[in-house]
């Protein structure tokens, strides 16, 4: 069960749109659709802002979206904002309730 | 809203056992709709699942540390538990303890999280 491959950073400024994937295996984000994303500021515990690949939890900014094509899943962040300055993280089911995260990118506004 | 608070010793020694316990306020630990679960994140680098238990003992571990680690409940004082023996300075960590679903399969509550620093 190997770490899915992110990016290591993506940076973009603010209004513009960024998008941060997530490759995975048959084994997990191709045959499953429930790919979840978490967003992780400096010191303090990741926030789940999608699941089931691109369903967002209540007070989830709509600026977030998610997407799968494949073994590759996608993070969008539409109209960059200084706060979405953070570290985030996609997991991937994996069968047999095992899980496997991503290798994290850290998105800087410039 | 449900609360999950780790503890347990900041520092353990080389080839010991770590121990942390997480407590769970808020809501029970024996619902049927969820399962407990710890996850860790080494200093400057990735998250990473170590395992999950339901409050009826059933347990699932990640391969690569299925040998060292032991996950338990206690729902009498609504807390579950993590051991991970023969500790290295590989397992030098911040540990969350997470609450995911039994029907859906997200991570939806975490703990602020516990550094556990491995050092003699």
């Known amino acids: 069960q190997s770490a899915l491959t992110q990016p290591a950073s993506v940076s973009g400024s603010p209004g513009q749109s960024i998008s941060i994937s997530c490759t995975g295996t048959?084994?997990?984000?191709?045959?499953?659709?429930?790919v979840s994303w978490y967003q992780q500021h400096p010191g303090i515990a990741p926030k789940l802002i999608i699941y089931?690949?691109?369903k967002r939890p209540s007070g989830v900014s709509n600026r977030f979206s998610g997407s799968k094509s494949g073994k590759t899943a996608s993070l969008t962040i539409s109209g960059l904002q200084a706060e979405d300055e953070a570290d985030y993280f996609c997991?991937?089911?994996?069968?047999?309730?095992?899980?496997?995260f991503g290798t994290g990118t850290k998105v800087t506004v410039v | 809203q449900m609360h999950l608070q780790e503890s347990g010793p900041g520092l353990v020694k080389p080839s010991e056992t770590l121990s942390l316990t997480c407590t769970v306020s808020?809501?029970?630990?024996?619902?049927?709709?969820?399962?407990w679960g710890w996850i860790r994140q080494p200093p400057g680098k990735g998250l990473e699942w170590i395992g999950s238990?339901?409050?009826?003992?059933?347990?699932y571990y990640s391969p690569s540390l299925n040998s060292r680690v032991t996950i338990s409940v206690d729902t009498s004082k609504s807390q579950f538990s993590l051991k991970v023996t023969s500790v290295t300075a590989a397992d030098t960590a911040v540990y969350y303890c997470?609450?995911?679903?039994?029907?859906?399969?997200?991570?939806?509550?975490w703990g602020q999280g516990t550094l556990v620093t491995v050092s003699s």
């Open positions: 089931d690949g691109n």
């Open positions: 238990i339901y409050y009826r003992g059933f347990t």
């Open positions: 808020g809501g029970s630990i024996s619902s049927s709709d969820y399962y």
């Open positions: 997470v609450r995911l679903g039994r029907t859906y399969y997200y991570f939806d509550s």
């Open positions: 048959n084994s997990d984000v191709g045959n499953y659709n429930l």
């Open positions: 997991c991937s089911y994996a069968g047999s309730s095992t899980y496997v």
